[in-house]
């Protein structure tokens, strides 16, 4: 199992127990003056859970069935969200091409450069996903 596979795990456990901590906290009912607020909090991350569990399985199964979409041209590729510190190091990849803009961990492509370069991309559409990508 790859790790697309265990994301998309991962998000409908919680998602589960999610719905069972917001469905217990709503039959138990209780009069005290925080309780709506944890039912809104918690129906909110319902919510994104649920959001976020619907796109992994979409690209899980596109990866599954490999169904990968591929887009040749001219690429930016940017380095994101420096983490800074004492080792500060940049840790996401954004590649544009044409419309197209998809991220990737820096940690799975050590190799690649700031700057602007023909290439062509491998990636999932639902969630952007950068899988491989060719400089040419």
Same mark, same amino acid.
Not at 10 to 38: N, P, Q
């Given at each position: 199992?790859?790790?697309?596979?265990?994301?998309?795990?991962? $998000?409908?456990?919680?998602? $589960?127990?999610? $719905?069972?901590? !917001?469905?217990?906290?709503?039959?138990?009912?209780?009069?005290?003056?925080?309780?709506?607020?944890?039912?809104?909090?918690?129906?909110?991350?319902?919510?994104?859970?649920? #959001?976020?569990? #619907? #796109?992994?399985?979409?690209?899980?199964?596109?990866?599954?069935?490999?169904?990968?979409?591929?887009?040749?041209?001219?690429?930016?590729?940017?380095?994101?969200? +420096?983490?800074?510190?004492?080792?500060?190091? #940049? +840790?996401?990849?954004?590649? +544009?091409?044409? +419309?197209?803009?998809?991220?990737?961990?820096?940690?799975?492509?050590?190799?690649?450069?700031?700057?602007?370069?023909?290439?062509?991309?491998?990636? $999932?559409?639902?969630?952007?996903?950068?899988?491989?990508?060719? !400089?040419?």
């Amino acid at each position: 199992m790859n790790e697309f596979t265990y994301t998309t795990l991962f $998000l409908i456990l919680g998602t $589960l127990v999610t $719905l069972y901590i !917001l469905i217990y906290m709503i039959r138990k009912k209780r009069e005290h003056e925080d309780f709506a607020i944890s039912v809104t909090i918690l129906g909110a991350l319902f919510v994104a859970l649920s #959001y976020a569990s #619907y #796109y992994s399985i979409l690209d899980t199964i596109d990866l599954n069935k490999e169904n990968i979409a591929t887009i040749n041209g001219t690429c930016e590729i940017v380095f994101l969200e +420096n983490i800074g510190g004492r080792f500060g190091e #940049y +840790n996401l990849i954004q590649v +544009n091409v044409d +419309n197209i803009s998809v991220e990737a961990e820096m940690g799975k492509f050590p190799e690649l450069e700031e700057g602007i370069f023909q290439c062509e991309i491998n990636y $999932l559409e639902n969630t952007q996903t950068l899988l491989n990508i060719n !400089l040419k």
